[in-house]
């Protein structure tokens, strides 16, 4: 059974940095995608970025592009999101999600991953 669990939430000023770390178990995720996404209030959830589990590619969406970092340490089974310049927009809930997206592009949608952690909250305060 895959588990993930996302820890590094919090309260930050704007222009501050928060580190999010998602705790994976539960199998072997050497062909995963791991992926970061988020939901505000009222807001759909969306992509923020993914990392090959083996190959370390990574994908961000251009609204954190230069501002975050993923990244991922496969000998811990953890995987990482440094956000740093944040803004008052990036307040959200994190999720963190795996699986084995098929297709070009199929690692920004939501529907590609299969499991997914509770979430944890960020709130960038102005």
């Known amino acids: 059974q895959v588990q993930l669990v996302e820890s590094g939430g919090g309260l930050v000023q704007a222009g501050g940095s928060l580190r999010l770390s998602c705790a994976a178990s539960?199998?072997?995720?050497?062909?995963?995608?791991m992926g970061w996404f988020r939901q505000a209030p009222g807001k759909e959830r969306e992509f923020v970025a993914a990392i090959s589990w083996s190959g370390g590619s990574t994908y961000y969406a251009d609204s954190v592009k230069g501002r975050f970092t993923i990244s991922r340490d496969a000998a811990k089974n953890m995987v990482y999101l440094q956000m740093n310049t944040l803004k008052p927009e990036d307040t959200a809930v994190y999720f963190c999600a795996a699986d084995r997206p098929t297709g070009i592009g199929s690692y920004l949608r939501e529907t590609a991953y299969g499991y997914w952690g509770q979430g944890t909250q960020v709130t960038v305060s102005s």
């Open positions: 539960g199998r072997t995720f050497s062909s995963y995608v």
